[in-house]
């Protein structure tokens, strides 16, 4: 359609700037393909990550004042429930990861700085650290049901690589800034979260799942809860999680059988029930999540695989489309064609 339209303007002798009018309006159309296909992959956008903050941090109050009888000397175990944040950095990374950094010295006005880099994230936070990892040692931070409390910053000098595995988690509870430090030839890969009581979230991972508002939830009770330390027993702490958790997760496993996410992901599907279970999941909510499940992963016909490919092949196609349609309809009303 595009050549053929461009091919009667030629023929047609219509001057230059049409011209590029109409393939200016064809490149917003496959930028707007380009939009698609990001959104399509996974990635989270600036807005979504704001979101996340939003939610976070309105959970995490919500948390804390539902438990205020449980903890004693509340203002230095929740800094970030007596302090709203004034500086709000994002970072996402289109390679790697993505990173939240709250800020809670005064400024004259509350202001967000999000962006989004080419480069893995790590790169972003530690510019100085080594791009050539194949002769450093491991130092490996392997996953567990806790997090890894480090109490002192980190420095890395001596030709070490410190990888925090994926589904690990890393508590700093340090007054520097920063857990690492790269002082020489050394690197630092996140695959996991690292967490710090300041304000630092950050994960090896920049989808719309992890950094959804769920997720967010469920973020701020499990660090409600590391900043808790040895304050709440085990029975308190199970009390909190059936509280909050049960709400979240249910959030979580709906969206997840809507998106279809399970179809391809079947041990994330078991784990979030298995979670479930544990904080006494119904037997009518267990059979109703089955059913949909079973719904979702149920083998489809021939033609429903044909069909599907075929959407999907032409779904990002007929948009750009839609948008030459539209703007040759607009042209020719304006008289340019």
């Not at 509350?110 to 790169?123: S, Y």
């Amino acid at each position: 359609m595009c050549f053929n339209i461009i091919l009667a303007l030629l023929k047609t002798k219509i001057r230059k700037r049409h011209i590029i009018l109409l393939a200016t309006l064809i490149t917003v159309s496959l930028l707007i393909i380009g939009v698609s296909l990001t959104q399509k992959n996974g990635i989270m956008s600036e807005k979504e990550l704001e979101n996340y903050v939003e939610a976070y941090l309105k959970k995490y109050k919500e948390v804390v004042e539902d438990n205020l009888h449980l903890v004693h000397d509340i203002e230095n175990v929740f800094f970030k429930y007596n302090n709203n944040p004034r500086v709000v950095y994002g970072v996402i990374s289109k390679d790697h990861g993505a990173a939240v950094v709250l800020k809670y010295e005064a400024t004259e006005k509350v202001f967000w700085n999000i962006k989004v880099i080419d480069k893995p994230l790590e790169f972003y936070f530690w510019p100085n650290m080594s791009s050539d990892l194949n002769n450093l040692k491991i130092v490996k931070i392997a996953s567990s049901d806790s997090p890894y409390v480090l109490n002192s910053q980190i420095s890395i000098k001596n030709l070490a690589l410190l990888l925090v595995s994926e589904g690990a988690s890393l508590y700093y509870a340090g007054e520097d800034e920063s857990p690492f430090k790269i002082e020489g030839p050394g690197a630092v890969m996140i695959f996991g979260e690292v967490y710090s009581k300041s304000g630092l979230i950050m994960k090896g991972d920049n989808t719309k799942r992890a950094w959804s508002t769920y997720q967010a939830g469920l973020d701020a009770l499990k660090h409600f809860v590391w900043e808790c330390g040895d304050r709440l027993n085990d029975t308190v702490k199970k009390q909190i999680e059936t509280k909050h958790k049960m709400p979240l997760l249910l959030e979580k496993v709906n969206e997840n059988l809507n998106n279809k996410y399970y179809k391809d992901h079947h041990e994330d599907f078991y784990s979030d029930l298995h979670e479930l279970e544990k904080l006494g999941l119904s037997e009518e909510m267990k059979a109703s999540i089955w059913s949909k499940y079973f719904e979702l992963t149920e083998e489809p016909s021939l033609w429903d695989k044909f069909l599907g490919s075929v959407l999907s092949d032409l779904r990002s196609f007929m948009l750009g489309v839609l948008v030459t349609v539209i703007a040759t309809i607009i042209l020719r009303h304006l008289g340019y064609l």
